[in-house]
């Protein structure tokens, strides 16, 4: 389906209800909440289905689209992939699905797939565009929150020209990205911050700081106060030290047994090195589950990265 | 003068000398080095005047254009709003200022400002256009230096449009940019981590986390191993926590003397207090320094910044 095709779907049917994907993200929620909002603007019944996932960091940006049904007559899933990441609670089929993950696997009657974008926040402005010329400022910050949030604030790889030519027509429609910028990259829990201060000064580093290791444990995540919902990405810290190639991240989860994650620039295989622990995974990302201690662990690693480390 | 005059005296003269300022950013140096290299594609003689003071964070971006003279025929400064600020050991008459500072004061005998860019490379940038048509590759990873850090890559208030769409441009012409964000916004020295992670592991915060303390004292930073060079910005690291309305850093001098930084969103005057204590700034960003114990005046401000509190 082209997008124009996309838009006349849209204006010759009713009664939307959107589908946020599982574990959702700024993207699926920004781009669902434009959606629904531009869809209102049209005359049309649109509501969000309830996702049981939606976390604090976004819950108010969507909390005016959000519905009580988990069904409608037109189902329209945005930014998901397959069926398998359908919200929970969700059954039923899906009639449109608007997404750009080039694993999508046309599980919906009708699909609009642009595989090249870095976001699905994109697709969705093309779709404002064509249904209602420009988006308002309402779809503005929230496409904004899909395209910003899904690029890592234009510092990830997917980053391209694209991206920021839609950042720059969202800002011309009146998006207000200062305070959405302070929320989403620059603002963290207390208790993430008091993680990572508790993470970054226990760091180990060899080899002239080209070899990381953090160590979480049960007792930093008490003594902090952080919970799952702080724990994104800190498979990642270890990797911020100037001249890191290779990061290991060991953490003890709640049953007590030691998760490694390993994090290389390709120089020293990762999966290799988790094979040897039972774990797998790519070859600059791998990782291992193993029941022991988190700093034995940790110490058989650092071994085994050292055997393998070229010379 | 406009920016198709500028090209046409860049055209008319040779011989350049480039000026970058003192304490030199991305912008300032990033400009500079796009700058120097379009001249000699276009076959003139030109390199960037000494600068010491410039890091080792971007030190390799323009080693190939750094000269050995402090003189030339045509001397133009990049960046620069007032000769205060000409670099370190740097003394003649500036023919040519290229600028954005809405403060530059024309100290040079012909300026190109364009006040309402976000960064000096964007100038340099439509210069290059002019003049060649399209920087190449490594002026636009060059100019990629200047804007991207000029405005926090994309998250400071200074965005807008033009920057993303500058951006944009600079990325069809080749700039690789995924190595530059890596090495500009995601990596940082060792000590520099250990020192962030010291400085969160006893961060205090209070009133829901609406108002925070960060104390930096000497003790850390030896600790640590961090030097002047690792200590960009501390004073908004307590501004962080979700929720902070009013940031206070307390920093021990090589002197013995305390430094305390405070940032606000208004709610409490920063200025007022800070005159409490001797010193001044803006209503939202204000400083002090007091002889005394880092501990006593963090205590103190606390103090005053509860007694301000709005209710």
Redesign the interface.
């Known amino acids: 389906m082209t997008v124009t095709e996309c838009a006349a779907y849209l204006r010759a049917h009713d009664g939307y209800l959107l589908l946020t994907h599982k574990s959702p993200d700024g993207d699926t929620l920004g781009s669902a909440g434009a959606l629904c909002h531009a869809l209102r603007r049209l005359g049309k019944r649109a509501s969000l289905c309830p996702n049981p996932e939606i976390t604090e960091r976004y819950l108010s940006y969507v909390a005016p689209y959000l519905g009580e049904s988990r069904t409608g007559e037109t189902i329209v899933s945005v930014d998901m992939a397959e069926p398998k990441l359908y919200p929970k609670g969700f059954t039923g089929a899906v009639a449109l699905a608007i997404d750009h993950h080039p694993s999508n696997t046309f599980f919906a009657e009708q699909t609009l797939l642009k595989a090249e974008k870095a976001s699905c926040g994109e697709i969705v402005l093309e779709l404002i565009e064509e249904l209602l010329g420009a988006p308002d400022r309402t779809e503005a910050d929230l496409l904004y929150v899909a395209l910003s949030t899904d690029c890592g604030?234009?510092?990830?790889?997917n980053?391209?020209?694209?991206a920021?030519?839609a950042?720059?027509?969202l800002?011309?429609c009146g998006a207000e990205?200062?305070p959405l910028?302070k929320e989403l990259?620059?603002?963290?829990?207390?208790a993430r911050?008091?993680l990572?201060?508790?993470?970054?000064?226990?760091?180990h580093?060899e080899r002239d700081?080209q070899l990381?290791l953090a160590v979480v444990t049960r007792e930093m995540m008490r003594e902090s106060g952080a919970t799952e919902d702080d724990c994104d990405d800190l498979a990642n810290l270890a990797g911020?030290?100037?001249g890191?190639r290779v990061a290991i991240t060991v953490r003890e989860e709640p049953d007590g047994k030691a998760h490694a994650s390993l994090r290389t620039d390709g120089s020293v295989n990762a999966t290799e090195i988790c094979a040897l622990f039972g774990g797998g995974g790519h070859k600059m990302a791998s990782g291992c589950t193993v029941d022991t201690d988190v700093h034995i662990l940790a110490a058989q690693l650092l071994e085994a990265v050292n055997a393998a480390w070229p010379e």
């Open positions: 604030c234009f510092q990830y790889g980053t391209d020209a694209a920021h030519r950042a720059a027509r800002i011309e990205i200062a910028n990259f620059r603002s963290f829990s207390f911050l008091r990572e201060g508790m993470i970054f000064s226990t760091l580093s700081h990381n911020k030290v100037a890191n």
